[in-house]
């Protein structure tokens, strides 16, 4: 019940298409979402987040989604480009039980020239 | 700049070694973290403390031991104990709660000679 679960592992875009990452979760206490993006050789870093009384959140380029009721959120990067290609990870938690982070496994984007 | 400083960058460990990491973080930060990555299983969470002289297990704690003497400190010793130590070790910090995302250091990439 603690999974995320994150599709696809590995995606490749044409530069100035849109890129779309999925995730899933079964523990319904979950309120907090967070993505990450991480370059080789670095630690993730927070791209963007959202709460669940919203539906949508937009920062630049990237948008996260999120239907409360299929319990899935969703990264979309639009007008992706080659500086994008990185591995994003969505993650989770309950934030009234601390600050444990649920991680999904990852996807490496990959966006050609 | 505040920031969360890992090192080494690279370790080498011969078998039946212990070796240990160390994360240092001055970003007042009351929660610290340790993460393994290994290639297509996301982040796995091994220790993590919300305060100092304090810490838990997470997912994958054996063969390893933290200590939390100081708020900017939270070193990971990989024992002899750990049969397949080879990873990319990440830490991390956070302020306790709240729907606040955790900080990632560069990590340190552990290979077995």
């Known amino acids: 019940q603690q999974q995320v679960k994150q599709s696809p592992q590995s995606l490749i875009v044409q530069k100035g298409g849109i890129s779309i990452i999925n995730c899933a979760y079964e523990?319904?206490?979950?309120?907090?979402f967070p993505w990450y993006q991480q370059f080789p050789g670095k630690g993730p870093a927070l791209l963007i987040a959202?709460?669940?009384?919203?539906s949508e959140k937009k920062e630049g380029r990237f948008t996260i989604s999120f239907n409360k009721s299929a319990k899935q959120f969703s990264l979309h990067i639009m007008d992706s480009q080659p500086g994008d290609s990185a591995t994003y990870f969505c993650a989770a938690k309950v934030v009234t039980s601390g600050s444990r982070l649920t991680f999904g496994e990852g996807t490496q984007l990959t966006v050609n020239p | 700049d505040g920031g969360i400083t890992q090192s080494p960058k690279y370790l080498f460990r011969k078998e039946g070694q212990n070796v240990t990491l160390s994360c240092e973080q001055n970003l007042n930060h009351d929660a610290m973290y340790w993460y393994r990555q290994d290639p297509g299983q996301g982040l796995r969470l091994i220790y993590y403390?919300?305060?100092?002289?304090?810490?838990q297990k997470g997912d994958i704690a054996e063969g390893y031991s933290v200590s939390r003497e100081k708020k900017e400190s939270f070193p990971l010793t990989v024992t002899s104990a750990q049969k397949n130590p080879t990873a990319f070790y990440l830490c991390?910090?956070?302020?306790?709660?709240?729907?606040?995302?955790?900080?990632f250091g560069d990590g340190t990439r552990l290979s077995i000679l």
């Open positions: 523990n319904t206490a979950f309120d907090y």
């Open positions: 991390a910090s956070s302020i306790t709660g709240g729907d606040q995302p955790q900080h």
């Open positions: 959202i709460r669940p009384d919203v």
């Open positions: 403390s919300q305060i100092v002289n304090d810490f």
